[in-house]
């Protein structure tokens, strides 16, 4: 598994993986869910020196090109044929939507998870087979994700189908600005406790 921490989170005014979110920052918030189903888990770092003892930072091989380079550089380090990648701003990523798209993958270069927003490619599994595809992308001057699926064979999945609509439309919320972290803060006070197990 690997998280996507190399962003420079201009919009948040201040480094959104070490922003606290109830006690834990975002970053511990990602390693504490993907070290539940995945082994080791990689930190894109991008160019910052990003660190947590938990992981293995790997920085981007090409500085100041987005996510795409991280994407590129955990494939690369992975041990793994398949690599859960997930954004570090997401406070609520799911392990085990993560766990269920990657039984789905039948050969796809990725399988992806579908919110109510549309394509959640940084909540998404990558094989090793994608990586040609990423560096080609990023040679060519292609910077986005979405751009980068269309050179991928993928599999959609509608994380509704998977999850419910209530969860569905949380698992890929990702946090911005100020703003999304208020309302985030707020939606979570209105969800109910978890049932006992």
């Not at 269920?100 to 039948?106: F, K, V």
Request: aromatic share 2%.
């Amino acid at each position: 598994g690997a998280i996507l921490g190399g962003g420079l989170s201009t919009r948040m005014g201040r480094d959104k993986a070490l922003l606290d979110i109830d006690g834990a920052t975002l970053l511990e918030r990602a390693v504490a869910r993907l070290q539940t189903v995945a082994d080791p888990v990689l930190l894109a770092s991008g160019s910052r020196g990003l660190t947590h003892p938990a992981c293995l930072s790997v920085p981007d091989d090409m500085a100041g090109v987005g996510p795409l380079a991280g994407l590129l550089a955990v494939l690369r380090a992975s041990p793994h044929q398949l690599c859960a990648i997930v954004a570090v701003d997401m406070p609520d990523i799911s392990p085990d939507l993560l766990q269920r798209l990657a039984a789905l993958r039948e050969g796809e270069d990725a399988v992806v998870a579908v919110s109510p927003r549309g394509l959640e490619p940084l909540h998404a599994v990558y094989a090793r087979s994608a990586l040609a595809a990423v560096d080609a992308a990023l040679r060519e001057g292609e910077r986005s994700v979405h751009g980068l699926l269309q050179r991928l064979r993928v599999r959609l999945v509608d994380a509704a189908d998977l999850l419910g609509a209530r969860a569905a439309a949380r698992f890929a919320v990702n946090l911005n600005c100020p703003a999304d972290v208020t309302v985030w803060r707020r939606e979570e006070g209105e969800r109910p406790p978890p049932r006992p197990r």
